[in-house]
């Protein structure tokens, strides 16, 4: 027996739904595939950029400047010549030139004459014991991001480049599902 023309119209309708799930399904991992590359090339640029501009990434690891910079910041320092920075300035420096340890402090004073700092944390009650030579200082801190230096610093980690790696692999892949399920 012949289907009738209602029962036909169903079966061809729901041909269509199918086809049209398909379409919304492939755009869908189009567009997350596309957003986890865009996302991992963004966080890759905080990392890269800024040295072509003359900044230094530092993630903030004590609470010497709270609140100002909460454990866990991510500090933007400044290249540029140590005459130029004034009282209240944030400075980032070499605590010595031995261990490479890197404070972030405000500046009490710039003597340009002895060419030291004075230099205070914040959250701290006294003035850090010795003046900081100019041949310790990085640069002035232009920026700070709360709780992103985590981030960054996990992504300079083996484990970091090989999760981002692996979130760009996923969006490939999510690329092409989507492609293939948007052509069928």
Excluded: W
């Excluded at 009738?4 to 398909?22: F, V």
């Excluded at 910079?69 to 030139?97: C, Q, R, W």
């Excluded at 340890?101 to 205070?120: P, Q």
Aim: glycine share 12%.
């Amino acid at each position: 027996m012949g289907k009738t023309k209602a029962e036909k119209a169903r079966a061809e309708g729901g041909k269509e739904t199918g086809k049209a799930q398909k379409h919304i399904l492939g755009k869908v991992c189009s567009a997350t595939g596309t957003l986890l590359i865009v996302l991992v090339i963004i966080l890759c640029s905080l990392l890269v950029l800024p040295g072509f501009f003359g900044y230094h990434m530092y993630h903030v690891l004590s609470g010497s400047m709270e609140p100002e910079m909460p454990v866990g910041s991510l500090i933007y320092a400044k290249e540029g010549p140590p005459e130029s920075v004034e009282a209240e300035d944030v400075i980032a420096f070499y605590g010595s030139l031995e261990d490479s340890g890197i404070i972030t402090h405000r500046v009490l004073k710039n003597n340009i004459v002895s060419g030291t700092f004075r230099t205070k944390g914040d959250a701290n009650e006294e003035e850090d014991p010795l003046p900081i030579p100019y041949e310790n200082y990085i640069g002035k801190v232009a920026l700070t991001v709360p709780y992103m230096g985590m981030v960054l610093t996990c992504m300079t980690s083996l484990y970091g480049k090989l999760a981002a790696v692996g979130v760009i692999l996923l969006g490939l892949l999510l690329n092409m599902a989507g492609s293939y399920r948007t052509k069928r």
